[in-house]
């Protein structure tokens, strides 16, 4: 049996999602080539050893010595609500891989299967981060210079000014695991940047987190509009689920619009055609910007487990920059980033009076 103890461990439900395994396994070849360099980490591997033994033997970068393989049987279906699957998913491929983190000391865990199933089960066997009432599902969006951090992207329709400022404590450690080097920048998304506009509940968090700025953990640059997201003035921006997600849906539905009809435009006549010769390097460059996969993961935040969800209909590209997201979150301690954090929302209400 390999011995994992001293690499970061990451868990991976092999089961999940559109045209798995053959794509989470490819996935984690495609991981493992591109950090060929490094030898700091190791894969728990769950799913049916009958179908994923005969297609792991094919894979070219993945070593023996770098991963375990849990067999499971039973996979958790996408048409399953949350309250079946807690029924019929325990031995499950999703399961086990979340059950790894107290079973086998796994870092983190991973899986593309049913969003709902994932995140119920995640909370079930990991339970809530002490004083977290709520949790988060945050995603990395293109940036100007980089890429930012927006949450809640979803898990709760409500929040109030406590979830706010929870969630943006949990971010400033989440953005400073996956980079260090970078400065976080903490902000409120609002309908406009003076501080007298918004709901009571923004402007009260808007308040603490000027009293927070000062512990340490992140820079407060106040209140962003949507049109600021992904620009510099922040790198990690705060709302509730319902507004977070109406965000996603619009930037995914307006990226889609605008890559659908540059295609339609440059394709339409020789002339247009031919300038795709002249600007074949700044469309490709604008086409990787503009590639979901690279974003591909959602976090979600609160548990005592980090537990990263990927998109189920992405390819196996897409799930590799999933595994690379685990890798990061893992490397750099986030769920001690987060105590640690948290520990500073401590007796806020009687410092918010003074």
């Known amino acids: 049996m390999n011995n994992p103890d001293k690499k970061l461990k990451i868990s991976i439900d092999l089961m999940g999602g ?30 049916d050893s009958n179908i994923v033994i005969p297609k792991i ?10 991963y375990e393989l849990m067999d499971t049987k039973i996979v958790v279906s996408n048409e399953l609500s949350p309250i079946s699957a807690l029924k019929k998913g325990k031995g499950s491929s999703m ?48 940036s100007d210079n980089g890429m930012n951090l927006v949450l809640d992207l979803g898990a709760n329709v409500e929040c109030g000014e406590k979830n706010l400022v929870d969630f943006s404590e949990m971010g400033s450690a989440l953005y400073r695991s996956l980079f260090p080097d970078h400065e976080v920048k903490v902000s409120l998304l609002n ?27 992140f820079k407060f640059v106040g209140y962003i509009e949507g049109n600021q ?23 995914e539905g307006v990226a889609n619009f605008l890559t659908k009809n540059l295609k339609k435009h440059l394709s339409e006549n020789i002339f247009s055609k031919l300038s795709i010769v002249f600007s074949y390097f700044s469309l490709k460059k604008f086409k990787n910007k503009l590639d979901p996969r690279k974003y591909n993961g959602a976090i979600f935040l609160g548990l005592n487990g980090p537990v990263v969800k990927s998109h189920g209909g992405t390819d196996s590209l897409g799930f590799s920059y999933s595994i690379e997201l685990c890798y990061k979150i893992a490397k750099g301690k986030l769920i001690e980033k987060i105590k640690n954090n948290l520990s500073h929302t401590k007796n806020l209400n009687e410092k918010a009076k003074y």
């Open 18 to 47: 559109d045209n798995s395994p053959e794509k989470t396994l490819e996935g984690i070849d495609f991981f493992v080539k591109r950090y060929q360099k490094e030898s700091d980490y190791f894969f728990y591997l769950f799913g």
């Open 57 to 66: 033997k094919k894979l070219k970068y993945l070593k023996k010595s770098n």
């Open 95 to 142: 399961w086990e891989s979340i059950q790894s983190q107290t079973s086998l000391n796994a870092d983190i865990t991973l899986s593309a299967g049913n969003t709902g199933v994932f995140l119920v089960m995640s909370k079930m066997i990991l339970k809530m981060l002490e004083g977290i009432d709520k949790p988060a599902l945050a995603g990395l969006w293109p």
């Open 191 to 217: 309908i406009g940047s003076e501080e007298l506009k918004g709901t009571e509940t923004l402007k009260n968090a808007h308040s603490k987190l000027k009293i927070l700025e000062k512990m340490g953990d």
């Open 229 to 251: 997201i992904t620009s510099d003035v922040s790198n990690v921006v705060v709302t509730d689920g319902f507004t977070g997600n109406v965000a996603l849906k619009t930037a």
